[in-house]
Nanobody
Framework: QVQLVESGGGLVQPGGSLRLSCAAS????????MGWYRQAPGKPRESVAG???????NYADSVKGRFTISRDSAENTVYLQMNSLKPEDTAVYYC??????????????WGQGTQVTVSS
């Protein structure tokens, strides 16, 4: 069973930065494409960013130019560097593996997520 542990969230002012981490069990990040997702209160979960096993990346239009996804294969960890944060980025952030860069269909069990709150 895939285990995913997200961390790194917190309270930050608009314009600030955070780096989220997703620690995965086994070598899953070396085998599958990995995505970051978020869910704001009262809204459906949405795809934020993804990284394939080949290193190609994909971003939602709302975060392009501000967020960067990366992967450390040796540490079995996927990161999400978030810069120029906006209040609308406030959400619980999750990671999950996908098949064949099918970012809208993550297949793993959801972890507990990490809360990101952007507020002055």
């Amino acid at each position: 069973q895939v285990q995913l542990v997200e961390s790194g969230g917190g309270l930050v002012q608009p314009g600030g930065s955070l780096r989220l981490s997703c620690a995965a069990s086994g070598s899953i990040i070396n085998i599958y494409d990995m995505g970051w997702y978020r869910q704001a209160p009262g809204k459906p979960r949405e795809s934020v960013a993804g990284i394939s096993t080949s290193g190609s990346t994909n971003y939602a239009d709302s975060v392009k130019g501000r967020f960067t996804i990366s992967r450390d294969s040796a540490e079995n960890t996927v990161y999400l560097q978030m810069n120029s944060l906006k209040p609308e980025d406030t959400a619980v952030y999750y990671c999950n593996p996908v098949y064949d860069s099918n970012w809208d269909h993550p297949w793993g069990s959801w972890g507990q997520g990490t809360q990101v709150t952007v507020s002055s």
